[in-house]
């Protein structure tokens, strides 16, 4: 229905195009078929309320609506309930001349003198059929003004309508707004802009080609006003890159996580003189677009160039990824309304999102595990020495002036590879004495995979399902992970982890780590389910004992928030 509209009249003596090719018709409205029908259908049928609530966002046509309503009730000759546009009452009324249409902003006159000094004069006679009252963002009025004009909707003269417009009608007092006829506007299609813009560069003789038009569409974001300005600063400057930001370069370090690349490209977009607020919102709305091509195509607003270059960015990022820059721009442009620098809080969001290290979150975790099995982290060991001494454990309760304990590390072979980092502690499996408790290398292992671990919280076990229980030298047990990276974060585990040992071997243990470079990649081990439940201890629940146990974060996650359910596709 959009294609049948009527081209906007164009007006003399007016350079801005919003303001030069402003409806004057319901036959040219854009987007608003619903307001239309409901209008044009009162003014055709001689049903016409006398107070219309208009709300919705800016520049989708409320006061313009009003406009043409007030023309289509004083036209002289009127043609199925639209304005002619050519008489002498439209035009007064589309030069702001017309005694029978009066215009407040309530935003500057928002005082009770004000609201009387105009509707004082509601009773007098004018020289058209209808006097009509037009209240711009009436939402702003004091609560005495508002009282003031509730008074006046309630016994209004019979030849009076009132139109008040707003962008947020929650904030209109509800004693108004029951007493008006409310009809909402829409955020306009980007095709039915598309169309509008096409319709206006052709009557006005741009020359904009469809790029430009595209980019007024994208910055429009659902408003013929804003899209109409959009489209005359780009044919002004004559270029589509110095009315947005570039962000190519800021992609381009997150795909590499370059952190110095990163904070470069923030620079050189301050450089250039575009606010922090700003740019963050804008990056958002990119990364938006990347995040919508990823999952449905069909919602995204990207168009042509713009959208196979994103769709490029999304590929090399992944879905995860652009969540969580999603997420985490977010969180800065919150974080923004309160800081003195709003620079660094965005500079701290891209070193976070480069280095995910430097990030404790959940999610960070994950990320960094999934590349860790992707085998993306360092693939090159330094070669151990038999004189290279053992690291102390981290997160173990020994002292740090306390002898290491005693333990021969098995020779370097002259040949062949050797995957360890670290070297590890070797001991016979054997049965070990421990206070009387008579402990087994293999039923160690075993009931760290079956009790042990899902006795731990989610990020313990995300980074313990991909270790090995290597060796048991009496209270010394060697884990081994599959990156030194890993092995520095066993710091925010290591207390659970002490904690879920000691519940279940009933002993206090020490725990050493330790690096071997054969687990990337490596199966990871999954708990058995017994035919017959094995006897548990009173202070372990049934459910704990039956947690299921999954090969991938993915997987995990799924498990956790939807115990029970099964995959059936």
């Given amino acids: 229905m959009a294609d049948e509209k009527a081209t906007p009249t164009s007006l003399e003596g007016v350079t801005s195009l919003y303001r030069r090719f402003r409806p004057a018709r319901f036959a040219e409205l854009r987007g608003q078929d619903h307001v239309v029908r409901a209008l044009q259908g009162a003014v055709k049928n001689d049903r016409i309320s006398h107070a219309y609530l208009f709300s919705g966002p800016r520049g989708t046509g409320k006061t313009t609506t009003a406009r043409i309503l007030a023309k289509a009730l004083n036209c002289e000759n009127p043609v199925d309930g639209d304005a002619c546009a050519k008489c002498t009452s439209c035009l007064s009324i589309a030069k702001g001349t017309s005694l029978d249409v009066i215009e407040l902003d309530a935003a500057s006159?928002?005082?009770?003198?004000?609201?009387?000094?105009?509707?004082?004069?509601?009773?007098?006679?004018?020289?058209?059929?209808?006097?009509?009252?037009?209240?711009?963002?009436?939402?702003?009025?004091?609560?005495?003004?508002?009282?003031?004009?509730?008074?006046?909707?309630?016994?209004?003269?019979?030849?009076?309508?009132?139109?008040?417009?707003?962008?947020?009608?929650?904030?209109?007092?509800?004693?108004?707004?029951?007493?008006?006829?409310?009809?909402?506007?829409?955020?306009?299609?980007?095709?039915?802009?598309?169309?509008?813009?096409?319709?206006?560069?052709?009557?006005?003789?741009?020359?904009?080609?469809?790029?430009?038009?595209?980019?007024?569409?994208?910055?429009?974001?659902?408003?013929?006003?804003?899209?109409?300005?959009?489209?005359?600063?780009?044919?002004?400057?004559?270029?589509?890159?110095?009315?947005?930001?570039?962000?190519?370069?800021?992609?381009?370090?997150?795909?590499?996580?370059?952190?110095?690349?990163?904070?470069?490209?923030?620079?050189?977009?301050?450089?250039?003189?575009?606010?922090?607020?700003?740019?963050?919102?804008?990056?958002?709305?990119?990364?938006?677009?990347?995040?919508?091509?990823?999952?449905?195509?069909?919602?995204?607003?990207?168009?042509?160039?713009?959208?196979?270059?994103?769709?490029?960015?999304?590929?090399?990022?992944?879905?995860?990824?652009?969540?969580?820059?999603?997420?985490?721009?977010?969180?800065?442009?919150?974080?923004?309304?309160?800081?003195?620098?709003?620079?660094?809080?965005?500079?701290?969001?891209?070193?976070?999102?480069?280095?995910p290290e430097l990030d404790n979150s959940y999610e960070s975790l994950d990320e960094r595990l999934t590349k860790v099995e992707r085998g993306v982290g360092r693939t090159i060991a330094p070669t151990p020495t038999p004189s290279t001494p053992p690291l102390r454990p981290i997160g173990s309760s020994v002292r740090a002036d306390a002898p290491a304990p005693s333990v021969k590390p098995d020779p370097v072979p002259s040949s062949g590879d050797d995957s360890t980092e670290v070297a590890a502690p070797k001991t016979e499996e054997k049965p070990t004495s421990t206070g009387g408790v008579s402990l087994n290398i293999d039923d160690v292992r075993e009931r760290f995979v079956e009790h042990v671990i899902p006795r731990t919280s989610r990020s313990a076990q995300l980074l313990l399902r991909s270790a090995r229980v290597e060796a048991l030298d009496g209270l010394l047990l060697t884990i081994a992970l599959a990156s030194e990276e890993m092995r520095q974060n066993t710091e925010l585990i290591a207390q659970g982890l002490k904690g879920a040992l000691e519940h279940e071997f009933k002993v206090s243990m020490t725990v050493f780590w330790t690096v071997d470079k054969s687990l990337v990649g490596a199966p990871v081990p999954t708990r058995r389910v017994a035919a017959k439940p094995a006897p548990i201890d009173d202070e372990v629940d049934d459910a704990d004992a039956m947690v299921l146990v999954v090969d991938s974060v993915a997987d995990h996650l799924i498990t956790e928030m939807f115990p029970g359910a099964e995959e059936i596709t």
Wanted: glycine fraction near 6%; proline fraction near 4%.
């Fill in 109 to 355: 006159n928002n005082g009770v003198d004000d609201i009387r000094d105009i509707i004082s004069g509601a009773w007098h006679g004018t020289p058209g059929s209808w006097k009509v009252y037009i209240f711009d963002e009436v939402h702003q009025l004091s609560k005495a003004a508002s009282a003031a004009l509730l008074k006046t909707l309630e016994e209004p003269p019979s030849h009076v309508v009132f139109v008040l417009a707003t962008t947020d009608p929650h904030k209109v007092l509800p004693t108004i707004r029951s007493r008006t006829q409310h009809l909402e506007f829409r955020l306009i299609g980007a095709d039915t802009l598309a169309t509008l813009l096409h319709d206006v560069e052709g009557a006005a003789g741009l020359g904009a080609d469809d790029a430009t038009i595209e980019a007024a569409v994208r910055l429009g974001r659902g408003s013929a006003r804003d899209a109409l300005s959009a489209l005359d600063q780009l044919i002004a400057t004559g270029s589509i890159s110095e009315t947005q930001p570039e962000f190519d370069g800021l992609f381009h370090a997150l795909v590499h996580d370059d952190a110095v690349a990163a904070l470069r490209s923030l620079a050189i977009l301050v450089r250039e003189g575009w606010d922090p607020e700003q740019l963050a919102e804008n990056f958002a709305g990119e990364v938006r677009q990347v995040f919508l091509l990823q999952v449905a195509p069909e919602v995204a607003d990207a168009v042509d160039a713009d959208r196979d270059r994103l769709s490029s960015w999304g590929e090399q990022l992944g879905l995860a990824r652009s969540v969580r820059i999603l997420e985490t721009v977010g969180r800065a442009i919150r974080e923004m309304k309160s800081a003195p620098e709003k620079i660094v809080m965005l500079e701290v969001a891209m070193v976070r999102l480069t280095k």
